[in-house]
């Protein structure tokens, strides 16, 4: 097979699907709020008499917080900020997997980040950058994250997942042919 795509695609959709089989729909970007959660805990619990975060027994997910962000679901993104979920190992072996990854490829099949400064502006990087931070920001306030609301969502039949996907891509695809075209 000339192009792998389709392998890809099929041991991409398998491991989704093992994965809600075995544990629960992916998504990661909640993540991003226990990390960050986590060291507004650190410096809060340093700099105010009060935690910001304290067992309680009556609340559904087992913590409470002064802050209303992490005490949604019954203290649900609380707990997850006190201790080390399962959800926080995946984030970060995406992080150990994409570095492996890249390590142990070789020569053209990866590109040098020298080959990317030449090609990309610090202007074009910064949009690109901004440009995520907005995608993930959206996805984030809808209540879900990006994974989540197109892959897992879309296995889930999720009318959310597909209006996602199609609006994705449909920005998508003129930026990056716009973008080829301006690299070649």
Not at 62 to 72: E, F, I, K, L, M
Not at 122 to 149: K, N, Q, V
Request: with cysteine.
């Amino acid at each position: 097979m000339k192009d792998k795509w389709l392998l890809q695609a099929v041991v991409l959709g398998l491991a989704f699907f093992l994965a809600i089989l075995a544990w629960k729909p992916i998504g990661v970007s909640t993540q991003f709020s226990v990390i960050s959660g986590k060291a507004h805990r650190l410096i809060h619990d340093v700099v105010k008499p009060e935690p910001l975060i304290v067992s309680d027994g009556e609340a559904k997910h087992g913590y409470r917080s002064t802050n209303a962000y992490y005490d949604r679901s019954g203290g649900k993104l609380a707990g997850a900020i006190v201790g080390f979920e399962k959800d926080l190992a995946f984030f970060l072996s995406i992080f150990i997997g994409s570095s492996l990854g890249a390590l142990l490829m070789s020569g053209k099949s990866r590109a040098s980040l020298s080959d990317l400064k030449r090609k990309m502006s610090m202007a074009e990087i910064s949009r690109s950058f901004i440009a995520g931070f907005l995608l993930l920001f959206g996805a984030r306030l809808a209540g879900g994250c990006t994974s989540g609301h197109m892959m897992s969502g879309m296995m889930q039949s999720s009318i959310s997942g597909f209006v996602f996907a199609a609006l994705v891509f449909a920005v998508a695809i003129p930026v990056a042919i716009g973008g080829e075209k301006k690299w070649s």
